[in-house]
């Protein structure tokens, strides 16, 4: 089946510091791919999405291009700050197990701690 | 504007004992339902989906059930809790079916003692 995979982590960062959370993944035909991230105690926000090869997903400073290739969807940041840290997930669309309906397939979150 | 709330946002609960959880969204009709749990290790697992009243697909075998009583209502149910359904539980919905991407809700966290 599809599957995701990223860096585990923890990530710990200075503030301003350059981030780059590593997404690859396995899939059959064309998924959309996102990231979500999660605050403490919180749900899951979605932060960006690409839906075809080449798109770029950006959102408050993040950015993730949808590379074919490599089939890969790393995260990045120019700069972090403090209220970046928080727990990034990577997610692809998915047919569900009977093939009716779509979900998400999540890798396992990568914890990203950003010191002032 | 559409929103997702989910109650109560934390729950402690005795082995055996039985569980209802509720999630709503305000603002949307027909959406696609979602059920996740998040255990310790972060990751999330897929529990229930619901495209409609009443239609529930099941994922995963659990000591879980779901139910879809009304259009933007979902609601998770145990009749007798164990220890290993303590974690964070997850309602989320997806708007429309040209699109992939999902919205979650503030979660519930449950503890089973």
């Known amino acids: 089946g599809n599957s995701v995979t990223q860096m585990e982590g923890p990530v710990t960062l200075s503030e301003e510091a350059f981030l780059t959370i590593n997404c690859t993944y396995t899939?059959?035909?064309?998924?959309?791919l996102f990231w979500y991230v999660q605050y403490p105690g919180e749900g899951l926000q979605l932060l960006l999405k690409?839906?075809?090869?080449?798109d770029k997903g950006s959102n408050k400073g993040f950015e993730a291009t949808y590379r074919k290739e490599t089939t890969s969807f790393h995260l990045e940041k120019g700069s972090v700050q403090v209220s970046d840290s928080a727990v990034y997930f990577c997610?692809?669309?998915?047919?569900?197990?009977?093939?009716?309906?779509?979900?998400?397939?999540f890798g396992k979150g990568t914890l990203l701690t950003v010191n002032p | 504007s559409q929103t997702i709330h989910q109650w109560p946002a934390t729950l402690v609960q005795p082995v055996g004992s039985p569980l209802s959880l509720e999630c709503t969204v305000e603002?949307?009709?027909?959406?696609?339902l979602y059920w996740y749990r998040q255990a310790a290790g972060r990751g999330l697992q897929l529990l229930f989906y619901?495209?409609?009243?009443?239609?529930i697909s099941s994922e995963v075998p659990q000591n879980l059930s779901a139910s879809r009583p009304q259009d933007r209502q979902f609601i998770l149910s145990s009749k007798k809790l164990l220890l290993s359904d303590s974690g964070f539980y997850l309602c989320?919905?997806?708007?429309?079916?040209?699109?992939?991407?999902?919205?979650f809700g503030p979660g519930t966290r449950l503890t089973v003692t």
């Open positions: 989320a919905w997806r708007r429309d079916p040209s699109s992939y991407e999902q919205y």
């Open positions: 899939a059959t035909g064309y998924p959309s």
């Open positions: 690409a839906t075809k090869a080449d």
């Open positions: 997610a692809l669309s998915d047919l569900n197990s009977g093939g009716s309906n779509y979900k998400l397939t």
């Open positions: 603002g949307t009709s027909n959406p696609n």
């Open positions: 619901s495209v409609g009243i009443g239609q």
